[in-house]
Structures are given as structure tokens and as C-alpha cells.
């Protein structure tokens, strides 16, 4: 029964054979290796039954030399139900433009949803993403990923502290979160204010707490620069008997105490380099991409440039909530101009500096001010300046160090 | 050589215990019920009606006898019937 599984999908016809003993043309036909099934006898010289659509070619190359007549009766399987229907124009189109409205339709936004926030800031989300082009109804394609939006919302909405965006199919999901003031915490505990780093003091503004030391004056690490206990510590230090046990009042420590501190570093910069850089000039090209395939649709030829910087922009076609293996692909290209360069020493040095003054102040914090740098020691080595510097700062040195009241 | 292969063909069935329908291309029939006649190995249609189907074979012919046959499969040396068996003949030649 293998020969004539699947005859369903490959199509078979049924065949009339007229004339004298007509099985006999079936007998040839299966002699011939055609696999013939439901072979019925209908009258005494009429005879009937199916082969599958790839044979009838063969058949008819069998009849020739023979008296037979065939008639073909019954078409039926797959590609004869395909055929069928595609002879019917209208329903072709009705299924084509169905599936275009399906895929038009789930390319769409169909709704934005935030979440999250309070109602005025919903409103400004709703508004800010109007502006961008996000609201339901608009086409996917033209819109950009969910990262950028993420982006730029947070920077043109200060209210908003973070904001998750997410695209499920086509419903756009929005989760902000407010920035909300929090009162500074009042530090209830006593404290002592001591220095992180050695420095010279420069400024002083004590808030809470008695200052020990005073402006001008050296501090090394761990150095107590507002003290937490406001009386009785002279007390201890001039009469050890006794005195001890009046009452010592805590409080916590508060100021801001700025110190100049200083800071040597070395870098090296090399005399020749190399730099890449985009001139301007960029071409487009589109594609659709199947699979691996990649299907130009506009701009077929390359530009003439150098050097070419590539940036694929893929943006996937959705079929209900499914990705299709098809995306439309907008690639630039970008015209790149590698130079190699050469510095005298004096501008490496210069960089250096920068290069030195930016490190630190990207390691300090943006509280921290530099305020003057000297190069100490310079080397040109195989074509590389190295330089020693050292680089005065002015920072916050003061750090909360908590006082251990009794056991 | 004839004769001698002719000899042989027996002796090995009954000693080597091989298929005598191969060794000796006899036609193999299956019939389930009085529904279905299977046959391999046969030489050839000579008439299909209604309610008869003729067969040759190595050795003349298969006659098998019923109503309302269909042939419900046919292979270059198989068929298979489907009706209302009444009887299996094998007729010399």
C-alpha cells in the first residue's frame, strides 16, 4: 500500500479505459513499474481506475501503440484543489489581501500602556511619546526601539526617574517610576567627621560638632576634623580623676570641610597615531532580508569611498504576534577617513595633561575641582612622551564615622 | 542443467529451510476472509471482470472466483483483490 500513500497530496486522476479487454492496459501499466489501485470494471469493455498524476504522461505514451481509449474522469487531491482555487480570482484575492491586512495590522501600535505613575505624569508621557511618534495607530517601522525611547524619555521628562519600555506584539508597555525627593536623612546617631585623605584644609563650614582642626592646617587620614562630643573633652584631658563622669553631650557632627590635596600621575602619549573619522558623506541602501538572504530593494551600487563604515538598521515584520523571518534592513554607509597622525612633543604633553586632569576628576567625583597641575619630569622614549604630573585638588575630605556611645 | 537446477530447488527448501515461494517463484497468495486475495509474484493479468480474476503464474495459471471485484492495488507482481471470494483455482497449463 506504500506505492500509493501520499497519492493525496501529489493528485491522482481517474482513468476510463475503452476497448476490447480493457484490465489488460492496466496489467501494462503496472508492468511498466505505474502503480495503479481501485480498478473497477464497469462494463464488459470499460474498465476504470486511479494513477497518480505524475504517471498520466506515461499512460498516454503506453496508449499510443494500443486501441485503447482513455478518458480521464476524476481529478482529485491537492494540486487539483490548488488549482482550483487559484482559478478563482476572487477568493485568491479575498486570501491575499487578508494576509496583508493581517500583517498591516500587527506592524501597528494598537495600544500604549503606562503604568506606574500618577496621572499628570501619565498625561506627560503620553504627550512626550506623541512627539515621538509613538501612540496607537501608528506603523511599527517608523519607530524606534524600545531602548531609545527608554532614553529619551527619561531625558525629556525630569519628573521621571526610570521608565521601562517593553513591545509585546503590538501593545507597547510603559513603567515609570517618579522621582521622588527624599528628605536627607537626619543622622540620629553620634558622630564624628574625619578625613578620608591628607590634605591642607581650605575651607571650613561646621554645622554641628566642634572643630578640631582649623584652616591651613595638615590633616592625614583618619584625622578628627569635627569631633561629636561638645563638652567635657577638655575635661578628660587635664584631670584624669573623676571628671570623667560628667555628663558628655553627643551630638552628630555636621559640616563640610574642603581641603586641598594633591595627586601624582604619570601617563604616555605616543607621537604618532592613528584616527578614524566620519567625513559626512553617507549613502543609503535598502533591504529586505529573508533568512540569510539579503534582497536589495534601493541602492544597488556601492559608493566609491575608502573605507565604509557600516550601520544595519533591522526592523522585523510581525505576523500576528509571531516575527516573521523577513525584516526590512535600512543600511548606511558612511564614508571613513583613517589618518595617521604626528604631534610634536609640546602637544603630547598638552594632551597628557588633559588626558590626566580628566581621569582624576572622573575618579574624584564631580564635587571635586582641580585647580592646578605641573609636570614634574618628562621622557621621550621611542616615540612616546611620558609625563609625570602633579595635580592640586580641592575636594570634600570630610567622612561620617559614627561614635560608640558606651557598651 | 535444467533438470539438475530443478532438483536442486526442492533439496533446498526442505534442507535449508528457505522460503519456498522464492526459491521456487511460485506465486505467494494471502486471503483474509472471504474479503481479500493477495497475491505476489504472479506472471501477469490475463482477465478481470466482475466476478472473476485470471492469473498467470510459473505454472499455469490462478483463477480466483467471486462478485464485485475491484482490483484495489496493482504493482508489476502484485495484486490485490477486493469482493466476495468464492473460490481459488489453480489450473495447469
Given at each position: 500500500m506504500k506505492q500509493i500513500q501520499g497519492s493525496f497530496f501529489t493528485g491522482y486522476v481517474t482513468i476510463a479505459v475503452k476497448g476490447n479487454q480493457p484490465e489488460l492496459f492496466f496489467q501494462l501499466c503496472a508492468q511498466k513499474g505505474i502503480s495503479v489501485w481501485d480498478v473497477k470494471k464497469t462494463a464488459d469493455n470499460q474498465c476504470q481506475g486511479n494513477v497518480k498524476l505524475n504517471d498520466v504522461n506515461e499512460i498516454k505514451y503506453i496508449r499510443k501503440n494500443t486501441g485503447y481509449k482513455i478518458r480521464f474522469?476524476?481529478?482529485?487531491?491537492?494540486?487539483?484543489?490548488?488549482?482550483?482555487?487559484?482559478?478563482?480570482?476572487?477568493?485568491?484575492?479575498?486570501?491575499?489581501?487578508?494576509?496583508?491586512?493581517?500583517?498591516?495590522?500587527?506592524?501597528?501600535?494598537?495600544?500604549?500602556?503606562?503604568?506606574?505613575?500618577?496621572?499628570?505624569i501619565e498625561e506627560k508621557i503620553t504627550k512626550q511619546l506623541d512627539s515621538y511618534g509613538i501612540h496607537s495607530g501608528a506603523w511599527k517601522f517608523s519607530i524606534d526601539s524600545p531602548k531609545e525611547i527608554q532614553k529619551?524619555?527619561?531625558?525629556?521628562?525630569?519628573?521621571?526617574?526610570?521608565?521601562?519600555?517593553?513591545?509585546?506584539?503590538?501593545?507597547?508597555?510603559?513603567?515609570?517610576?517618579?522621582?521622588?525627593?527624599?528628605?536627607?536623612?537626619?543622622a540620629e546617631g553620634p558622630r564624628h567627621l574625619v578625613a578620608t585623605k591628607k590634605g591642607?584644609?581650605?575651607?571650613?563650614?561646621?554645622?554641628?560638632?566642634?572643630?578640631?582642626?582649623?584652616?591651613?592646617?595638615?590633616?592625614?587620614?583618619?584625622?578628627?576634623?569635627?569631633?561629636?562630643?561638645?563638652?567635657?573633652?577638655e575635661e578628660t584631658g587635664e584631670d584624669e580623676d573623676g571628671e570623667n563622669n560628667k555628663e558628655l553631650e553627643y551630638v552628630a557632627a555636621e559640616g563640610e570641610i574642603t581641603a586641598t590635596t594633591w595627586y601624582e600621575a604619570e601617563v604616555t602619549i605616543p607621537l604618532q597615531f592613528n584616527t578614524e573619522r566620519i567625513t559626512g558623506n553617507h549613502e543609503k541602501k535598502y533591504y529586505i532580508r529573508i533568512g540569510n538572504m539579503q534582497l536589495p530593494v534601493w541602492g544597488f551600487s556601492e559608493p566609491d569611498y575608502n573605507a565604509i563604515h557600516r550601520e544595519a538598521d533591522e526592523r522585523p515584520i510581525n505576523f500576528f504576534k509571531w516575527e516573521l523571518p523577513v525584516a526590512f534592513v535600512e543600511m548606511t554607509l558612511s564614508e571613513l577617513l583613517h589618518e595617521e597622525k604626528e604631534r610634536t612633543k609640546e602637544e603630547a604633553v598638552n594632551i597628557g595633561v588633559e588626558q590626566a586632569k580628566n581621569e582624576l576628576s572622573l575618579q574624584l567625583g564631580p564635587d571635586a575641582e582641580i585647580i592646578s597641575e605641573k609636570v614634574l619630569h618628562e621622557t621621550t622614549d621611542s616615540g612616546k612622551v611620558k609625563v609625570n604630573l602633579y595635580i592640586n585638588a580641592e575636594e570634600d575630605i570630610a567622612q561620617i564615622q559614627p561614635l560608640n556611645q558606651g557598651d | 542443467m535444467k533438470n539438475w537446477q530443478q532438483g536442486l530447488k526442492p533439496w533446498l527448501i526442505k534442507y535449508l529451510a528457505l522460503p519456498s515461494d522464492v526459491v521456487l517463484e511460485l506465486p505467494r497468495i494471502t486471503i483474509v476472509g472471504d474479503l481479500h486475495v493477495y497475491i505476489e509474484n504472479h506472471k501477469g493479468l490475463i482477465t478481470y471482470s466482475e466476478t472473476e480474476l485470471k492469473l498467470k503464474s510459473n505454472k499455469g495459471y490462478i483463477r480466483v472466483m467471486g462478485s464485485s471485484f475491484v482490483l484495489k492495488m496493482m504493482l508489476p507482481e502484485e495484486i490485490l483483490l477486493e469482493g466476495i471470494i468464492k473460490d481459488v483455482k489453480f489450473i495447469p497449463d
Open positions: 474522469m476524476n481529478k482529485k487531491g491537492f494540486p487539483f484543489h490548488l488549482s482550483r482555487f487559484l482559478q478563482r480570482k476572487e477568493l485568491l484575492t479575498a486570501a491575499i489581501l487578508s494576509i496583508m491586512l493581517v500583517l498591516f495590522l500587527s506592524n501597528i501600535i494598537w495600544e500604549v500602556k503606562v503604568t506606574g505613575v500618577p496621572k499628570d529619551m524619555l527619561v531625558e525629556d521628562i525630569p519628573e521621571l526617574l526610570w521608565v521601562g519600555v517593553d513591545q509585546k506584539g503590538t501593545t507597547y508597555f510603559l513603567e515609570g517610576v517618579e522621582k521622588v525627593i527624599v528628605e536627607e536623612e537626619e591642607v584644609i581650605k575651607n571650613m563650614y561646621v554645622t554641628e560638632g566642634i572643630p578640631q582642626v582649623s584652616v591651613n592646617d595638615y590633616v592625614e587620614p583618619g584625622d578628627i576634623l569635627v569631633s561629636g562630643i561638645i563638652n567635657g573633652e | -
